[in-house]
């Protein structure tokens, strides 16, 4: 049997790792960067992964990955952190779930912008590592105070 690529660990971990790998000597020597990510409630050990069991365990890693950068990054002005857009009407959702499911407690892809520009622009006084999940969606404001 031929070995394939796994398209979630590609796309959604390793893309992680590529990009952080390409920017974050130049700000570790600027002593200020954002690293941004994005991850999902099937990383959670309580949720349903069947099915998407590749995909669950990306977002995992993207995760740990996360915690662990925060760790080394941080003390050189790198704030790290990641966002759980949950109850997401994503196409990748749609795909999953058909296009006829109930998606009435979900949101729009467009409205977690807030939320992610906060993340990415939060001042070095912040603290990095957070996984923040948004269940639902709270305001910036609220995401500021928490």
């Known amino acids: 049997m031929a070995c394939r690529p796994n398209i979630h660990r590609i796309g959604n ?5 590529h990009a952080t790998q390409a920017v974050l000597p130049t700000m570790i020597a ?14 959670c050990h309580d949720w349903d992964s069947r099915g998407i069991l590749s ?16 760790e080394e990054a941080t003390p050189h002005g790198v ?6 857009p949950v ?4 196409s990748g959702a ?3 779930r058909g296009a ?22 939060c001042d070095s006084s912040f603290t990095g590592r957070r996984i923040m999940r948004t269940d ?9 105070a928490g």
């Open 100 to 121: 006829d499911a109930d998606w009435s407690s979900y949101d729009e892809t467009d409205s977690i912008g807030e939320k992610a520009l906060f993340l990415s622009t």
């Open 136 to 144: 639902p969606l709270p305001s910036a404001g609220s995401l500021a």
């Open 30 to 43: 600027q002593h200020r960067g954002h690293i941004f990510s994005l991850t999902s409630r099937a990383a």
């Open 13 to 17: 971990l390793d893309g992680v790792i």
């Open 87 to 90: 109850s997401l009407r994503s």
């Open 94 to 96: 749609v795909a999953a």
């Open 79 to 84: 704030i790290v952190n990641c966002l759980d």
């Open 55 to 70: 995909y669950a365990v990306a977002k995992a890693g993207v995760e740990r990955l996360t915690s662990a950068l925060a």
